[in-house]
């Protein structure tokens, strides 16, 4: 009997603590709005960025 609730005393302990810990975690910092949704394009010339923009427009892509 003791040897049970030990048991399930340590498989509560178990279960829950995760659920603690997930609650506490600090939350993500946002990304800076001046960065490209396309890591591809940080360091390109303006005219680069057009013939990109223009040929994605061209392929249909949104």
């Avoid at 800076?32 to 892509?61: E, F």
Wanted: charged content about 20%.
């Amino acid at each position: 009997m003791k040897k049970i609730i030990v048991v399930g005393f340590a498989i509560l302990a178990v279960s829950t603590s995760g659920a603690l810990a997930k609650g506490k975690a600090k939350p993500k910092e946002v990304a800076a709005a001046a960065t490209p949704t396309n890591p591809l394009l940080s360091n390109v010339s303006a005219a680069d960025k057009a013939l990109y923009a223009k040929n994605k427009h061209d392929s249909g892509v949104k």
